[in-house]
């Protein structure tokens, strides 16, 4: 995702350099919220969130009316801020918000158990906080917020928001620890149940960067299947950031990781790096899900922007290929015969 300042884009590598070098930087639009990097305390952001009925049965989350998506817009704040959510339900069901990783209050909770939801129509106020880590006795820390996190309904069909998670009321949630390195372009990979962004194969999403860039990948596990989230010919450290630290940092390093119903990791990863451009896939790596069209693919392009040879066969042989049941029954009988 591109950031914009008024006027001119910049990334938030700029910004991440500007801020380290004691420059006052300007404040990146980032899913409209002002993510300050120069901020020395923490501050609050107050923005509008619009929840919409969309085609095929679907709902989403937006920042203006008319422009709800599935997943919903990517939040993000700095360690110490706060985000003051207005939620405008523009729909005829009973729905909310509600954070994981976050500080919020019980009004804030977006859980019928709290009388904390949107009647259809209705507008409410949700508060989100977040700490920086802090010392503690015995030479131990307390964790900050700081973590890949995501947001959902908790409202629509049960008091556990079952249909509006099914329906794609859902959306990534980023805390950044100050100092955190900041990507040039983000993913919303979301496996709910046997769907990827409530889509199938070949109707999945295709990502695209440019051969060197900087990518964040927010994976979110919904729904009530477990899955593996696996991405070819890249990979990174098992840890808060994706990033290793130092030589001596002791994260393991993947490829592939378990992804439960509520769980959530990022990472970040210089595409192509090491590899080149390509048309690489993403997929859940439970087999039988993968066959389903649990898949997608991930476009890295030469540096210039431009289709790298043999990528656009790539793209029409996955564009191609035969997925749901049917496929998994013809490589059953295929494994019978063999």
Not at 11 to 17: A, F, Y
Not at 74 to 88: A, P
Not at 122 to 150: C, D
Not at 292 to 313: K, Q, T, W, Y
């Amino acid at each position: 995702m591109d950031d914009n300042v008024v006027g001119r884009a910049v990334s938030r590598r700029s910004l991440l350099t500007a801020t380290a070098a004691g420059i006052a930087a300007p404040a990146a639009v980032v899913a409209g919220t002002s993510l300050a990097a120069s901020a020395a305390s923490g501050v609050t952001r107050k923005i509008t969130i619009y929840a919409e009925a969309l085609p095929g049965g679907l709902y989403g989350y937006g920042l203006a009316p008319g422009q709800a998506t599935v997943p919903g817009p990517v939040l993000e704040m700095w360690e110490g801020d706060t985000l003051e959510i207005t939620l405008v339900n523009r729909t005829d069901q009973r729905l909310s918000i509600h954070p994981h990783g976050v500080d919020y209050r019980t009004d804030s909770d977006g859980s019928p158990f709290n009388a904390s939801f949107n009647a259809p129509g209705e507008t409410r106020t949700y508060v989100w906080a977040s700490h920086e880590m802090v010392a503690a006795e015995g030479r131990r820390f307390l964790p900050g917020s700081a973590g890949y996190w995501h947001y959902h309904d908790h409202a629509m069909g049960t008091d556990h928001g079952t249909a509006g998670l099914a329906r794609g009321l859902y959306g990534a949630l980023v805390v950044r620890r100050r100092g955190d390195q900041l990507p040039d372009k983000q993913f919303t990979v979301v496996f709910n149940d046997m769907m990827i962004n409530n889509k199938t194969a070949p109707q999945t999403p295709m990502f695209e960067a440019n051969l060197g860039q900087r990518v964040e990948w927010l994976v979110i596990g919904h729904g009530g299947t477990f899955h593996t989230f696996h991405l070819h010919a890249h990979r990174w450290a098992d840890n808060r950031t994706g990033l290793l630290e130092g030589p001596s940092d002791p994260s393991q390093v993947i490829d592939n990781k378990d992804l439960n119903p509520g769980s959530s990791f990022g990472f970040q990863v210089l595409a192509g790096d090491h590899v080149g451009p390509g048309a690489w896939m993403y997929h859940c790596h439970v087999q039988f899900h993968s066959d389903g069209g649990m898949a997608g693919i991930f476009l890295v392009r030469n540096a210039d922007g431009s289709m790298p040879p043999g990528a656009e066969d790539a793209i029409r042989r996955f564009q191609g290929h035969v997925h749901g049941a049917a496929a998994h029954a013809q490589h059953h009988d295929e494994g019978v015969q063999g």
